[in-house]
């Protein structure tokens, strides 16, 4: 064909996306094709003419099928847009036994490894990362452990996240930019994952099963590792670094003549005034100490004031034992810090007659016979009781002794707020209810559910029924995001379920233990 023809052969290539995604031709068009097919000037040979009458009559015939096949889609109805949905949809699960475990916060790597080895003992090989440079100073970790599995989440103030755990794994698929592999780790096949390749720290998750105790249908233990704010290099220095727990080396019993003895006073949950015991050792080589300190308190006139001494103490210090490693050559503590040191936390009740004045307190370190009275300046704290009912008698309740937290950063716990939606003011009795729980991370970072946490919905307080949550379409919630479940929930028969007012209540365990919503709803009969 000559030049006319190929550009103008060339304009219809180009205009036939056009055409197939609804955009009508331009108003010229009609206009050039009969332009560029007319007869050209000056005498021709009749098959050249022939040819040039055949190429006009069929663009024209192109263009009129065009035109009819626009009156066609102009007069159809454009169909709905389907968007991807706003709630992930809640599936029909068996309920499950809820582990009411709270979880140890504020452990060092060495306190979690010894936890571990005397907790976890029905599976073998147990593994955990090992310290440093592995897991570099500024981390701390909160623990789940019984004697089947553990789960051990190591995190900083600025974000960046550590996850070890014995689970069945379901981790996320990933972004587009995802990146999938299968190395050999540790003598058998793996699975690890890059959530975006193109981000150096993006998430990242290592699985596979460990020759040994089989778990799950699994020949073997089945552990995951994953992180958020690493590089590949520092996620490989972690993955690397795992290898057997062993027995911890204990140092020798701390001795009195040999720590700093430092006390302070706080306030504690709802304004209760709490008294906190700090220790440091000053000696030339490390110790340790387990348990629980005997305290005194010691009146004006220098006599023990009678008060018995409870050791199940949660609510601002820990009834959990653990063996506290302090090391040598410390400084004295100043007031409210234990900066590689050990502390531990009391308050006690004195009701049914006006408490005398407390000056000094005096301390045993556990499996010692050895005592320290240490005086309380009078600008200093003062030790004052409590008497919120009568019937509490006198009592002092303590902790055990906890640290040491040097080389650790202030942590932020991930923070998840929940709100209900949907859910009526009155409920029938065997009703089902429908309705939806929104998550929100007012955390800096990202949150991931690896695995996805339980839950329990129900009437408040021992009316609950647990479930997991299906985070499976989530895995991931990215700081100040959002994400909305549907959720079901069968309310017994009157026999069953009292009528009248209730709280409703749903609420997460796990980490993320504390995130709750609740609603005062009335029951009422069929």
Same mark, same amino acid.
């Given at each position: 064909m000559s030049g006319p023809e190929v550009e103008l052969e060339e304009r219809l290539r180009r205009l036939a996306p056009a055409f197939k995604d609804g955009i009508e031709p331009p108003l010229t068009m009609h206009a050039s094709v009969m332009s560029r097919t007319r007869a050209p000037r000056g005498p021709v040979r009749g098959r050249a003419m022939l040819r040039e009458l055949s190429l006009a009559a069929a663009l024209i015939a192109f263009v009129a099928l065009l035109a009819f096949g626009f009156s066609r889609l102009?007069?159809?109805?454009?169909?709905?847009?389907?968007?991807?949905?706003?709630?992930?949809?809640?599936?029909?699960?068996?309920?499950?036994?809820?582990?009411?475990?709270?979880?140890?916060?504020?452990?060092?790597?060495?306190?979690?490894?010894?936890?571990?080895?005397?907790?976890?003992?029905?599976?073998?090989?147990?593994?955990?990362?090992?310290?440093?440079? +592995?897991?570099?100073?500024?981390?701390?970790?909160? /623990? =789940?452990?019984?004697?089947? *599995?553990?789960?051990? &989440?190591?995190?900083? !103030?600025?974000?960046?996240?550590?996850?070890?755990?014995?689970?069945?794994?379901?981790?996320?698929?990933?972004?587009?930019?995802?990146?999938?592999?299968?190395?050999?780790?540790?003598?058998?096949?793996?699975?690890?994952?890059?959530?975006?390749?193109t981000i150096p720290t993006s998430s990242r998750w290592l699985m596979w099963t460990e020759p040994g105790t089989p778990m799950g249908g699994l020949?073997?233990?089945?552990?995951l590792l994953s992180t958020t704010g690493l590089t590949e290099t520092e996620f490989w220095t972690v993955a690397n670094s795992i290898d057997?727990?062993?027995?911890?080396?204990?140092?020798?019993?701390?001795?009195?003549?040999?720590?700093?003895?430092?006390?302070? +006073?706080?306030?504690?949950?709802?304004?209760?005034? /709490? =008294?906190?015991?700090?220790? *440091?050792?000053?000696? &030339?080589?490390?110790? !340790?100490?387990?348990?629980?300190?005997?305290?005194?308190?010691?009146?004006?006139?220098?006599?023990?004031?009678?008060?018995?001494?409870?050791?199940?103490?949660?609510?601002?210090?820990?009834?959990?034992?653990?063996?506290?490693?302090?090391?040598?050559?410390?400084?004295?503590?100043?007031?409210?810090?234990?900066?590689?040191?050990?502390?531990?936390?009391?308050?006690?009740?004195?009701?049914?007659?006006?408490?005398?004045?407390?000056?000094?307190?005096?301390?045993?370190l556990p499996g010692s016979a050895a005592t320290r009275r240490v005086a309380l300046s009078p600008k200093g704290p003062q030790i004052q009781p409590r008497c919120d009912d009568p019937s509490q008698g006198r009592v002092l309740l303590a902790s055990a002794i906890q640290g040491p937290n040097g080389n650790r950063g202030a942590v932020t716990p991930p923070s998840l707020r929940v709100a209900i939606g949907g859910l009526p003011d009155t409920l029938a009795a065997g009703a089902t209810l429908r309705y939806t729980v929104t998550l929100t991370n007012d955390s800096r970072a990202p949150i991931a559910f690896e695995p996805c946490p339980d839950y329990e919905e129900g009437f408040a307080p021992d009316r609950l029924v647990s479930y997991q949550l299906n985070c499976a379409p989530l895995q991931r919630l990215d700081a100040g995001r959002s994400a909305t479940f549907a959720m079901e929930f069968t309310v017994l028969p009157s026999s069953m379920t009292p009528v009248g007012q209730q709280t409703f209540l749903w609420r997460l365990h796990g980490f993320f233990a504390g995130a709750s919503a609740s609603k005062v709803v009335t029951v009422t009969a069929p």
């Open positions: 102009h007069s159809l109805t454009p169909g709905p847009i389907k968007h991807s949905p706003s709630v992930i949809p809640w599936t029909s699960a068996t309920p499950i036994p809820l582990k009411l475990q709270a979880p140890k916060t504020r452990l060092s790597p060495d306190q979690v490894a010894e936890d571990v080895w005397q907790t976890v003992t029905d599976v073998h090989p147990v593994l955990l990362p090992h310290n440093l440079p +592995a897991i570099p100073s500024g981390f701390e970790a909160q /623990l =789940y452990d019984d004697a089947a *599995s553990f789960s051990v &989440r190591y995190t900083t !103030s600025d974000g960046r996240v550590i996850m070890f755990s014995i689970v069945i794994p379901n981790p996320s698929p990933g972004t587009p930019n995802a990146r999938h592999s299968q190395p050999r780790f540790r003598g058998v096949q793996s699975e690890y994952q890059v959530d975006d390749a020949p073997g233990v089945p552990y057997t727990v062993q027995a911890p080396v204990t140092a020798p019993a701390c001795r009195l003549a040999d720590l700093d003895v430092v006390p302070s +006073a706080s306030t504690g949950p709802s304004g209760r005034a /709490l =008294y906190r015991i700090s220790l *440091s050792n000053h000696g &030339r080589t490390a110790c !340790s100490l387990v348990g629980f300190a005997d305290i005194s308190l010691i009146a004006s006139q220098g006599n023990v004031v009678t008060t018995p001494q409870s050791d199940d103490y949660g609510l601002a210090g820990t009834d959990i034992a653990r063996l506290v490693l302090l090391p040598p050559n410390q400084p004295t503590p100043a007031p409210q810090t234990t900066v590689n040191g050990a502390y531990f936390v009391f308050e006690w009740y004195y009701c049914g007659a006006t408490p005398p004045p407390i000056l000094a307190i005096e301390i045993a």
